[in-house]
């Protein structure tokens, strides 16, 4: 029996601009993505009975087809016709429902776990192509590192390594449904865009504070409105020395970049003993092809 072991990581968007509400329902997206240090831990196991059996950690996410895991490997079965089985194992670490993409990471893990088990040799290229079958973060999650996301969140541009930071990442004991914030989100009356081509111009630059300067994130505007919560926790975070604090994705995590080691730290213990942080993380970010890669 052959076995993968991997990790999937979470991302954090630095910037997130909604352009339009298309015909066909779904919102065209500017995204600058990056991925952190935190992550899933995923195991595959090659068994001989043919089904996909899924277990996780987490007693309330689906094990059937309705995982996001169990999807990729079912992709992957029926496009190159396996007839192995396999048995995943998931070690859900990113918070779940809370705009880090921990869903896309793993079906993106997933594809490169089984392509890996399977001696499949697919390029990333094809593993791309796969990717957007399961969803429009996916195939960021394939690619990972510091990119631009376009169109739904499937068209992709590899961006120079955002600059090294701390992040801290709080996610506020609420749930926030991502179909909720975006069914409220009047484009029209968003005056504040975020500048993306700002945000790249300083990427490229190396520059962090000018950078940090320029995020922002149109779906506060939604979340933020309905739940204060969020803005208590951004706040918090600037009153303990983070660069910048913004919601990810359509929340409700909240992070907060940060220079210096020492104030990450002493922010991480400030909200870990205070009740406002059910789930708080610090970590760095991530870029792939370093020794930290799967
Ligand atoms: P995004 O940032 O892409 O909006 P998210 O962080 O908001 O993603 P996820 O954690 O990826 O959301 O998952 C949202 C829902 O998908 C959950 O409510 C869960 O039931 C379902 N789901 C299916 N597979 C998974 C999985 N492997 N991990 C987490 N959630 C999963």
Redesign the pocket.
Known sequence: MDIVKLKAYAKINLGLDVIKKREDGYHEVRMIMQTIGLYDKISINTTNHPSIKVKTNLHY??TDK????YKAAALMKETFQIKAGVYIH?E?R?P?????????A?AATTLYGMNRLFHLNLKTEELLKLAVQIGA?VPYCILRGTALSEGIGEILTPLPPFPACYVLIVKPNINVS?KFVYENLHLDTVTNHPDIDGIMKHIKEQDLYGASKLFGNVLETVTEKEYHIITDKKNKMLENGAIVSLMS??GPTVFGLFDNVKTAEKAFYEFKVSSLGKQVYLTNLFQPNTKQSI
């Open positions: 996410l689906p309705n995982n996001l895991v998931l859900k990113i779940v429902a809370a705009g880090m993409a921990g869903g896309s793993d973060d991502t994705g359509s």
